[in-house]
C-alpha cells in the first residue's frame, strides 16, 4: 500500500532551484522586525499604507499600487504573533514592524527566481539559469530593497513578471501570456513611472523585429502567422527577431498598450475613492499633473538630500544610500544599513555590460569592413539584443532627469548587467580551455565572498567602528 505514491526525487537542478529560493527566503526573514522605527523612506510608504485604513487623505509622490500592498501586508500581519518589543505607532497606529515588512520580503525572494525564468526562456540552458538565479541571490541591494516598507522591489517584481510572461508567450504562443504581460508590465508602472522602463524593453524590441523585417522585406514579405510556438525543448527555435512578428500591431496595440493604460488607471480608482478630493475623472487627471509637478520641483544637490548621485555613478556605485545608522552600547556598537549591491557583483557586471556592448559594436564593424556575418551566433544574438535594450530602456531615460535621483534607481537595469554576467560566465565554464573555467570560478568565489564580507551593513548586524570602516572603502560610501 505504501508503494502505492512514488518518492520525489528531484533533479539536482530542480533542488538547486529550491535551494536558492529558500535561501533568499530564510536571509530576507531573518531578524525582520529589527529596528524599531521607520527606516528610510518607511517614513513615507509605511504612513500612506496606515493612513488607508486610518481613512486619512494624503497625497502620494507616486502610483499607489506600492501603497495598497504594504496595506495589505499590515492587514494580514495584525493575525501574526510578533514580539512586543517590535511594535509602535509610528504609522498612526500601533502596528508591528514586521506587519508593514514581511510582504516585500517574501516579494523580493522571488526575483532570484523571475529572473533565472527570464534566462531560461531566453537561453534553455539551465547553467545560465543557475548562474543568474545565484548571483541575484549574493547581491545586497536586492536584499536591502526586500527587507523594508519601500516600493521598489514590488516594481522590479512586476516588471520582471511581466517581461517574462511576454518571453513565455513568444515560445509558447498562448493568448493569456501576452495579456497577463501587459498586464503585469503596467503594474510596475503603477508603482512607479519609471517602472514603465520594462514597458518600454517590450516596444523597443517589437518594433526593432518588425522594422529590421519590413526593410529586407517590406509588408508583403511578412508571414506573421507561420511560426509555430516553441516546444517546452527549445526546438523550432526560430530567430529571435522572427519571434517577435507573431505578435501582429493588432495584438500589440490591444494588449500591451491599450490593456496597460487600461489597467493603470483602474489601480488609481480605491485610491481617488478613498480621497474624495480626487474621486472623478478630473481628480484622476489632476493627481496626475501634480504628481509630474512635485517631481520636476524637487532639486539635485546635496542640500536637497546628502546621498543625490546621478546615473553614470551608479555603474561603479560612486554613492549607496545609509538607510539605517546607529551607535549604541558601552563599545560604540555600529548598527548600519546601506543601500549598496554587492560590490563585486556590481563592478563585474558592468564590465559584462561593457564586454557585450563590445562584441556587438565588433560584430558590426567586422560586418562592414571584413564581410564577416557569424561574430554571434543567431541565439545569442537574441539574448545580447534583448539584454541590451532593456538594459538601456532602464538606464537611459535617466540622462534626462533633473531631480535628485539614488542609486536605487539603478535596481532595474541591475538585474539586467547580471544576466549579461551569468552569460559570459557559462560561456567560461562551457569553455574547454582550463584557463577559462578558472577565471568564471574565481569570480564566482569572489562575489560569494564579498556577500559574506559585505552582509553586516546589507543586515543590520552590529560592528565595530573599525569593522564599519573596513567595510566602508571610499569616503563617498558613508
Given at each position: 500500500m505504501l508503494n502505492r505514491f512514488p518518492k520525489l526525487r528531484p533533479t539536482p537542478y530542480q533542488a538547486s532551484i529550491v535551494a536558492i529560493f529558500v535561501f533568499s527566503l530564510v536571509i530576507r526573514f531573518w531578524n525582520l522586525g529589527q529596528f524599531n522605527e521607520l527606516v528610510f523612506d518607511e517614513v513615507y510608504y509605511a504612513k500612506?499604507?496606515?493612513?488607508?485604513?486610518?481613512?486619512?487623505?494624503?497625497?502620494?509622490?507616486?502610483?499607489?499600487?506600492?501603497?495598497?500592498?504594504?496595506?495589505?501586508?499590515?492587514?494580514?500581519?495584525?493575525?501574526?504573533?510578533?514580539?512586543?518589543?517590535?511594535?509602535?505607532?509610528?504609522?498612526?497606529?500601533?502596528?508591528?514592524?514586521?506587519?508593514?515588512?514581511?510582504?516585500?520580503?517574501?516579494?523580493?525572494?522571488?526575483?532570484?527566481?523571475?529572473?533565472?525564468?527570464?534566462?531560461?526562456?531566453?537561453?534553455?540552458?539551465?547553467?545560465?539559469?543557475?548562474?543568474?538565479?545565484?548571483?541575484?541571490?549574493?547581491?545586497?541591494?536586492?536584499?536591502?530593497?526586500?527587507?523594508?516598507?519601500?516600493?521598489?522591489?514590488?516594481?522590479?517584481?512586476?516588471?520582471?513578471?511581466?517581461?517574462?510572461?511576454?518571453?513565455?508567450?513568444?515560445?509558447?504562443?498562448?493568448?493569456w501570456q501576452l495579456i497577463l504581460g501587459g498586464i503585469s508590465l503596467a503594474c510596475a508602472g503603477s508603482v512607479k513611472w519609471n517602472g514603465f522602463a520594462f514597458l518600454l524593453g517590450i516596444y523597443l524590441l517589437?518594433?526593432?523585429?518588425?522594422?529590421?523585417?519590413?526593410?529586407?522585406?517590406?509588408?508583403?514579405?511578412?508571414?506573421?502567422?507561420?511560426?509555430?510556438?516553441?516546444?517546452?525543448?527549445?526546438?523550432?527555435?526560430?530567430?529571435?527577431?522572427?519571434?517577435?512578428?507573431t505578435i501582429s500591431p493588432f495584438k500589440f496595440a490591444l494588449w500591451l498598450v491599450v490593456a496597460p493604460v487600461i489597467t493603470y488607471s483602474v489601480i488609481w480608482i480605491p485610491h481617488l475613492l478613498m480621497n474624495g478630493e480626487y474621486a472623478s475623472l478630473e481628480g484622476f487627471w489632476r493627481i496626475q499633473r501634480q504628481t509630474w509637478q512635485y517631481h520636476r520641483r524637487v532639486g539635485n544637490s546635496p542640500d536637497i538630500h546628502p546621498?543625490?548621485?546621478?546615473?553614470?555613478?551608479?555603474?561603479?556605485?560612486?554613492?549607496?544610500?545609509?538607510?539605517?545608522?546607529?551607535?549604541?552600547?558601552?563599545?560604540?556598537?555600529?548598527?548600519?544599513?546601506?543601500?549598496m549591491a554587492n560590490p563585486i557583483l556590481l563592478?563585474?557586471?558592468?564590465?559584462?555590460?561593457?564586454?557585450?556592448?563590445?562584441?556587438?559594436?565588433?560584430?558590426?564593424?567586422?560586418?562592414?569592413?571584413?564581410?564577416?556575418?557569424?561574430?554571434?551566433?543567431?541565439?545569442?544574438?537574441?539574448?545580447?539584443?534583448?539584454?541590451?535594450?532593456?538594459?538601456?530602456?532602464?538606464?537611459?531615460?535617466?540622462?534626462?532627469?533633473?531631480?535628485?535621483?539614488?542609486?536605487?534607481?539603478?535596481?532595474?537595469a541591475y538585474g539586467f548587467s547580471i544576466l549579461a554576467l551569468a552569460l559570459i560566465l557559462a560561456t567560461l565554464l562551457d569553455s574547454p580551455q582550463r584557463s577559462h573555467r578558472i577565471i568564471a570560478w574565481t569570480v564566482l568565489t569572489l562575489v560569494a565572498i564579498a556577500f559574506w564580507y559585505w552582509s553586516p551593513v546589507f543586515l543590520g548586524m552590529p560592528l565595530t567602528p573599525k569593522g564599519f570602516a573596513l567595510r566602508m572603502l571610499f569616503p563617498s560610501w558613508i
Open positions: 500612506f499604507a496606515s493612513d488607508y485604513w486610518l481613512g486619512n487623505d494624503f497625497f502620494p509622490s507616486h502610483p499607489p499600487l506600492s501603497h495598497y500592498l504594504i496595506a495589505l501586508a499590515m492587514g494580514l500581519g495584525q493575525f501574526f504573533p510578533v514580539n512586543p518589543e517590535q511594535v509602535n505607532d509610528l504609522t498612526g497606529a500601533v502596528r508591528s514592524t514586521w506587519s508593514y515588512r514581511w510582504l516585500n520580503a517574501l516579494t523580493g525572494a522571488t526575483i532570484p527566481l523571475l529572473l533565472g525564468a527570464i534566462a531560461y526562456l531566453l537561453t534553455q540552458r539551465r547553467l545560465v539559469t543557475l548562474l543568474t538565479m545565484g548571483l541575484v541571490a549574493l547581491d545586497g541591494l536586492f536584499l536591502v530593497e526586500s527587507r523594508y516598507a519601500l516600493n521598489n522591489i514590488y516594481l522590479v517584481f512586476f516588471g520582471l513578471l511581466g517581461q517574462a510572461l511576454v518571453l513565455w508567450h513568444l515560445r509558447q504562443g498562448k493568448l517589437w518594433a526593432i523585429a518588425w522594422f529590421r523585417t519590413v526593410f529586407r522585406q517590406g509588408w508583403a514579405g511578412q508571414q506573421v502567422n507561420s511560426l509555430e510556438p516553441l516546444d517546452g525543448n527549445g526546438q523550432n527555435n526560430h530567430d529571435f527577431f522572427s519571434r517577435w512578428l546621498y543625490c548621485s546621478p546615473w553614470y555613478s551608479w555603474l561603479v556605485m560612486a554613492r549607496p544610500i545609509a538607510y539605517f545608522y546607529q551607535k549604541s552600547g558601552k563599545f560604540g556598537l555600529i548598527y548600519d544599513v546601506h543601500a563592478w563585474f557586471s558592468t564590465g559584462a555590460m561593457g564586454l557585450l556592448l563590445g562584441t556587438i559594436a565588433w560584430q558590426k564593424i567586422s560586418q562592414f569592413f571584413f564581410n564577416r556575418t557569424n561574430s554571434i551566433n543567431v541565439p545569442l544574438r537574441g539574448v545580447t539584443l534583448y539584454i541590451v535594450v532593456n538594459y538601456a530602456a532602464n538606464l537611459l531615460p535617466w540622462l534626462g532627469i533633473s531631480r535628485c535621483t539614488f542609486f536605487y534607481h539603478y535596481l532595474t
